[in-house]
């Protein structure tokens, strides 16, 4: 994202080829998440290049899927031998992979049974639905009765099946998408159930438990201050799902696969705590090819019945080849240990950070965080700051009060303390700009800027 006259009287303006591609997005393209307005167009390891030519560092890992970088060569090797060998099998065969494919996921993750999909918000919906029927049948929950709760501030994917689990986004007024049986409130109150609140899940079972199929959520989020107020959290959830037979879902498509220190989330919780099923999606396959697998044991599992689980892609070669390979570099290159260490350089690094608009910065391993305070000043938000940052040559992501923030898991040490260095002097600057020009808003959204 290449500049024009970039510091004059502190003005951050966009290039004329980010402006021209951004009103031809505007007339031709609808949807997304007011991303910040850069085009990028190559990628290597964690160095960036957007359509000016212009390197950026990588702090977002484009949303936790490219956990191995831009074009990891081990990576590209598979993929490309796969689709240079077959380009599609799939539900109308037997896939000549899936089944040793099964046998080896199954075996690393301790579950019995396993099933394909594409997206993320397709796992964690089929998820749900398995769980469901799971409650009708094995716990005996009339069909018009089972609910499945959600936690407040988890992210599933925007579906019409799993929407209705998540924050109002206008699912129910814009879209008429409403599900009494999927949701994260409380069916007698109406209040959210809190994501750190457990008095709220104590009330809620209390009261439903007998109704209650299955909890989902993500177990460690990134949006407290600290780790151990999340894993307190999760694991006393788990504990209540024991408790009243309720399954216990783990939604691990964003901060799977190694981000945290350990390769699931939810193994922080010990293996006293082991969910009954996990979803896991983007970044276990090096978000070099969409897969997303649900992994759970039989007596969830073995419900499911024909045309109940399908999708095209979800046994592709190109899926399973890029998953084999992304966890072979990950042992090979003991990635999940390396989490832990970005996360302590990240904790050396920031702790005396003391800006007047910096609240606290955060981590889980290589899930970075950085929040402000709401000083009701228009310069102190997020998205300038992700703007100043984007300027002066890293990637991150505004999302509320938090700046987002996530490094591949082998980004060069070099690259790595050059962008919270960059980070660290937006920070400083932040109050210094008149101007951080941002083009035109997307439809419905009010930009924070």
């Known amino acids: 994202m290449a500049r024009e006259n970039q510091r004059e009287g502190k003005v951050v303006r966009l290039s004329s080829k980010t402006k021209e591609l951004l009103e031809i997005d505007s007339k031709h393209s609808a949807g997304g998440i007011f991303p910040l307005p850069v085009f990028i167009k190559s990628g290597k390891g964690s160095i960036l290049k957007d359509v000016d030519g212009k390197e950026i560092i990588d702090f977002i890992c484009m949303l936790s899927a490219t956990n191995l970088g831009q074009c990891h060569p081990k990576l590209l090797q ?34 019995d049974k396993m099933v394909g999909m594409v997206s993320g918000t397709e796992g964690a919906d089929a998820a749900v639905k398995f769980a469901r029927k799971w409650g009708i049948k094995r716990k005996g929950i009339p069909p018009r009765d089972v609910l499945v709760l959600g936690v407040s501030d988890n992210y599933h994917g925007v579906g019409s099946g799993i929407w209705p689990i998540m924050n109002d986004m206008g699912q129910s007024s814009d879209y ?50 600290s780790f151990e107020e999340e894993l307190n959290f999760a694991i006393g959830v788990r504990q209540l799902c024991k408790r009243y037979n309720i399954l216990f879902i783990a939604d691990e498509v964003r901060m799977g696969s190694g981000k945290t220190g350990k390769f699931l989330c939810s193994d922080w919780m010990g293996p006293e705590n082991k969910p009954d099923m996990v979803v896991m999606g983007k970044s276990i396959t090096g978000g070099a090819y969409p897969a997303s697998y649900i992994f759970g044991n039989n007596e969830v599992m073995d419900l499911i019945g024909g045309y109940e689980s399908v999708a095209t892609f979800g046994m592709a070669p190109a899926a399973i080849a890029a998953t084999r390979a992304t966890l072979e570099i990950m042992d090979e290159e003991k990635l999940v240990d390396r989490a832990s260490w970005i996360g302590q350089v990240w904790k050396k690094e920031t702790a005396n950070w003391s800006m007047p608009w910096l609240d606290y910065t955060t981590n889980r391993g290589a899930d970075l965080g950085l929040y402000l305070k709401r000083t009701g000043n228009p310069r102190h938000t997020t998205r300038r700051l992700s703007m100043l940052c984007l300027h002066k040559g890293i990637l991150t992501y505004p999302d509320g009060d938090r700046v987002r923030m996530g490094v591949a898991l082998n980004i060069p040490e070099a690259d790595l303390l050059r962008g919270i260095a960059i980070l660290k002097e937006a920070l400083l600057e932040l109050d210094d700009y008149d101007e951080i020009e941002t083009g035109p808003p997307m439809k419905g959204v009010v930009p924070e800027m």
Not at 91 to 105: C, H, L, N, S
Not at 181 to 206: I, M
Request: charged share 25%.
């Open 176 to 225: 008429g998408i409403t599900n009494e049986n999927l949701r994260n409130t409380n069916p007698k109150t109406g209040e959210l159930l809190k994501y750190g609140c457990l008095e709220d899940f104590e009330q809620v079972l209390a009261d439903h438990h007998g109704r209650v199929a299955a909890i989902i959520m993500e177990c460690i989020h990134g949006k407290k201050a």
């Open 78 to 111: 598979a993929m490309t031998t796969s689709m240079q060998t077959i380009t599609l099998t799939n539900i109308a065969t037997k896939v000549g992979d899936w089944a040793e494919f099964t046998r080896d996921m199954c075996t690393r993750f301790g579950y």
